[in-house]
């Protein structure tokens, strides 16, 4: 593999940025609520299967009412 100086590298990685194709505000934004809605559901659901698992736990070691 042929070695790349430091100015080459440099350019390599301007060149690359420059394909990159940078989300818009709005976009950001819908993303960002949409991953907050999804993982605060996901976060009930934990939630409640932990609760439950919890509770026949306790039902079968006797512990529990």
């Known amino acids: 593999m042929a070695k ?3 100015g080459e590298f440099v350019r ?3 060149q690359e ?7 818009s505000r709005k976009e950001v934004v819908q993303t960002t609520i949409l991953v ?5 559901i996901l ?10 698992l919890g509770r026949v736990i306790k039902l079968f ?3 529990g009412a």
């Open 17 to 23: 940025t420059a394909k990159v194709v940078w989300p």
């Open 36 to 40: 907050l809605i999804m993982t605060s």
């Open 4 to 6: 790349t100086s430091p």
């Open 43 to 52: 976060a009930l659901f934990f939630l409640g299967v932990d609760q439950l």
């Open 61 to 63: 070691l006797g512990v």
């Open 12 to 14: 390599q990685v301007r």
